[in-house]
């Protein structure tokens, strides 16, 4: 099997720049395989983006990405910029459909996993469930993507100021959540 049919397979992002562009450039043209080798490519990108801020709305939110993505491919000017701009675009729909969802907070967790149990990731889920589209946003593209304050307020719309406040009270909301389970965490 060729890297590029392993590439279709799995749905891993290409690790070669030319095949991204080349791609990127037949899908522009309206070539549909093209399309479609391009989902399969950023769909683990958009689903690890959209998790994080949309939670239990998230495939909404990496659909409604991926419907955006297509529609707009050809407004993107150099395909090395893709994931950027995807991110842009992955970021802003998860806060949306996690803002029309508005969900209630769920309730409190009774007991606590040791670290390392497998159950902590759901914990720290349930956490995350509690703190605002913004917040979970904020802290995603600043932990997890790595971007600094003026990137975020970028991808966000918002100023620098507005980040670091964000990302103040989201990190203050979390450890708050986190500590509340008569401090066992």
């Known amino acids: 099997m060729d890297g590029d049919a392993e590439q279709r397979r799995t749905g891993a992002a290409p690790a070669d720049p030319a095949w991204l562009a080349a791609t990127v450039g037949r899908a522009q043209r309206g070539d549909l395989i093209a399309m479609h080798d391009l989902l399969d490519a950023v769909t683990p990108y958009v689903r690890r983006l959209c998790g994080p801020i949309a939670l239990q709305d998230a495939p ?9 993505v297509l529609r707009r491919l050809g407004d993107l000017r150099d395909p090395a910029a893709l994931f950027g701009w995807i991110r842009v675009i992955a970021v802003r729909e998860a806060v949306r459909i996690a803002k029309q969802s508005a969900r ?27 703190l605002s589209p913004e917040h979970r946003a904020v802290l995603m593209l600043r932990d997890l993507e ?14 620098t100021g507005t980040v670091r406040s964000r990302l103040f009270r989201a990190r203050r909301s979390f450890r708050r959540a986190w500590h509340s389970e008569g401090g066992r965490r």
């Not at 040791?114 to 914990?123: F, I, N, R, S």
């Open 60 to 68: 909404d939110a990496i659909q409604e990405t991926l419907i955006v």
């Open 104 to 130: 209630s907070a769920p309730a409190d967790l009774v007991d606590v996993p040791a670290p390392g149990d497998p159950a902590l990731a759901v914990d720290v889920r349930d956490v995350l469930d509690r």
């Open 146 to 159: 790595g971007l600094d304050e003026q990137a975020a307020g970028e991808h966000l719309g918002v100023p």
